[in-house]
């Protein structure tokens, strides 16, 4: 089955820890993003990726890092300088960046601090 | 510049009766419009979506949407609710470039039996 897979599903975080978050997609799609959802509140953009090899910042980068070495994968790694990052993290995924195209998302997975 | 807004937090109806969530929007040209659906601890489903074809838009699940310019509107209703349907629904407005898809801050349905 073609989709996007986010693990682990949950996961925990130690104060000055850096964890990263995993993001796979076999759907052969050049975009995909990052968004971080609080209770209550929409989705917010923290990275997006175009195509291979590229990233631009969203709304709220700031303490977190990804990388896109592969059209597959989009890591996301949520450093110590992040101070309140407890949050349900959503992959997604695009055919393209044009954007009339609809959004893929894998399940999420759920970050707390210990 | 773009925004989005869900006009109810939380809308509960009865089982078998109709469903009205709201949305309204900003845009400075014409934009395109999504429905997501999120079930609890799930990723999100789009139920549908606008792009300037028609102003009626069907989806999954019987839902459908119309797109009314004058008033910014992007209504999401079903005629017949069923408890399957409970979930997080979020509007969203897509504009010229990946970091400008804004997502609202979604409506909770909740079925009553």
């Known amino acids: 089955d073609g989709g996007i897979t986010q693990s682990p599903k949950y996961l925990f975080r130690k104060e000055g820890q850096n964890v990263t978050l995993s993001c796979e997609q076999n759907l052969n799609h050049d975009a995909m993003y990052w968004y971080r959802q609080d209770p209550g509140q929409g989705l917010r953009l923290i990275y997006y990726?175009?195509?291979?090899?590229?990233?631009q910042k969203g709304d709220i980068a700031e303490g977190y890092s990804v990388s896109r070495e592969k059209k597959e994968s989009f890591p996301l790694t949520v450093t110590s300088a992040q101070k309140n990052p407890t949050a349900f993290y959503l992959c997604a995924s695009s055919k393209n960046s044009a954007t009339n195209e609809k959004l893929f998302f894998g399940s999420g997975t759920q970050l707390s601090v210990l | 510049a773009q925004s989005v807004t869900q006009l109810d937090s939380h809308v509960s109806v009865s089982e078998g009766t109709p469903v009205l969530l709201r949305c309204n929007y900003s845009s400075s040209y014409s934009p395109s419009l999504f429905w997501y659906v999120q079930h609890p601890n799930k990723g999100l489903q789009l139920l549908l979506k606008?792009?300037?074809?028609?102003?009626l838009v069907k989806g999954i699940n019987g839902f459908e949407a119309e797109f009314k310019k004058s008033e910014t509107s992007f209504h999401l209703t079903k005629p017949s609710a069923h408890m399957s349907d409970a979930a997080e629904y979020f509007c969203?407005?897509?504009?010229?470039?990946?970091?400008?898809?804004?997502f609202g801050s979604g409506t909770r349905l909740s079925i009553r039996p």
């Open positions: 969203v407005v897509s504009g010229s470039s990946a970091s400008k898809i804004i």
């Open positions: 990726s175009q195509i291979v090899n590229d990233f």
């Open positions: 606008y792009t300037s074809a028609a102003t």
